[in-house]
C-alpha cells in the first residue's frame, strides 16, 4: 500500500470509560472490546478505522452548517432516507464520507492503534507504519469489566434479571490513527474541513458505548497543509487541534 499525500495523524484520549466493543461466542459479557489479531497469537484492543469514520461522520454532520456545509443528517443508506432520494442530489457529507453502492468516500481512515505517548504516534506518521506494514502495539491497554443494572422507569427500580457486562478500557487510555483524503483539491478542502470540525466536536458526542474521548491533530502531511492553509476557517480548526481545544 502506498502512502496517502493528504493525510493527518490523530491522537485519541478517553475522557471516561472506553468500550469499542464487538460480540464474541462463548465470552462471559455482554460486549468485548473489539481486538485485532497478529502474527504471533496476540489480539490487541484498537479501534477499526470504518468505526471511527462512522463517529466522525455523525459527529462532522451536527456541525456542518456552521462551515457552510450542506447535511442531511440521515443516519441510514437507503436513498429514500437521503438527501439523494429528497433533494436528488448528494449534501456535502454524503460527497465526503459517500454513499454505499452510490458515491465513493474521500476520507479513509487506519485501524487507531494503542499507543503509550504522543511522541510514539508522532513516529508513527514519520514512518507512515500504519500505511507500509501491519504495526504491532508494543502493549496492550489494561481492560476490566462493569456491571451495570437495568432500570425500570416506571418505578426507578432495578428490573429484574437486567444485568450487563462490558469489557472496557480506564480513563487515559491514548489511540494513534490517521485521515487519508483522496480527492480534487475543492473537494479536498471540504473533506478537511468537515474532518477537522468533527474532531474538534468528538468531545461533545460519543464513540463506543458512550465513551468520551479529546481528539488531538498531531501532524500533517506537506500537501495538506498546503490546502489547509488557503482556508481561513480550516487554518483556524488545524490551530485549535493542534493546541487541543480539551486539554
Not at 119 to 130: G, T
Not at 193 to 203: D, F, H, I, P, S
Request: hydrophobic share 45%; proline share 6%; aromatic share 8%.
Amino acid at each position: 500500500m502506498s502512502v496517502p499525500e493528504l493525510r493527518l495523524g490523530i491522537l485519541l484520549r478517553s475522557r471516561t470509560l472506553l468500550a469499542v466493543a464487538s460480540g464474541r461466542e462463548g465470552f462471559p459479557v455482554d460486549a468485548v472490546l473489539y481486538r485485532a489479531p497478529w502474527s504471533d497469537g496476540q489480539r490487541i484492543p484498537v479501534i477499526p478505522g470504518p468505526t471511527f469514520k462512522g463517529v466522525l461522520r455523525k459527529s462532522a454532520s451536527k456541525v456542518a452548517w456552521l462551515l457552510g456545509l450542506s447535511s442531511c443528517h440521515s443516519v441510514r443508506p437507503e436513498a429514500e432516507y437521503t438527501c439523494m432520494g429528497r433533494w436528488g442530489r448528494p449534501c456535502d457529507i454524503h460527497l465526503v464520507f459517500g454513499a454505499p453502492g452510490r458515491l465513493r468516500s474521500a476520507v479513509e481512515i487506519s485501524q487507531l492503534v494503542p499507543v503509550e505517548s504522543e511522541e510514539e504516534a508522532r513516529r508513527l506518521f514519520d514512518d507512515a507504519a500504519l500505511w507500509l506494514r501491519p504495526y504491532r502495539p508494543g502493549r496492550a491497554p489494561p481492560t476490566f469489566n462493569v456491571t451495570r443494572v437495568g432500570i425500570r422507569d416506571d418505578a426507578c427500580v432495578a428490573s429484574e434479571g437486567l444485568l450487563y457486562t462490558y469489557e472496557q478500557m480506564p480513563i487515559g487510555v491514548a489511540f494513534y490513527g490517521e485521515v487519508a483524503i483522496a480527492a480534487h483539491e475543492e473537494l479536498a478542502l471540504k473533506a478537511v474541513k468537515l474532518v477537522l470540525a468533527g474532531l474538534a466536536n468528538l468531545r461533545l458526542d460519543r464513540l463506543g458505548r458512550a465513551g468520551i474521548a479529546d481528539a488531538s491533530v498531531i501532524a500533517v502531511s506537506p500537501k495538506l497543509g498546503e490546502i489547509v492553509n488557503k482556508d481561513l476557517v480550516a487554518s483556524s480548526l488545524l490551530r485549535g487541534l493542534k493546541r487541543g481545544w480539551w486539554f
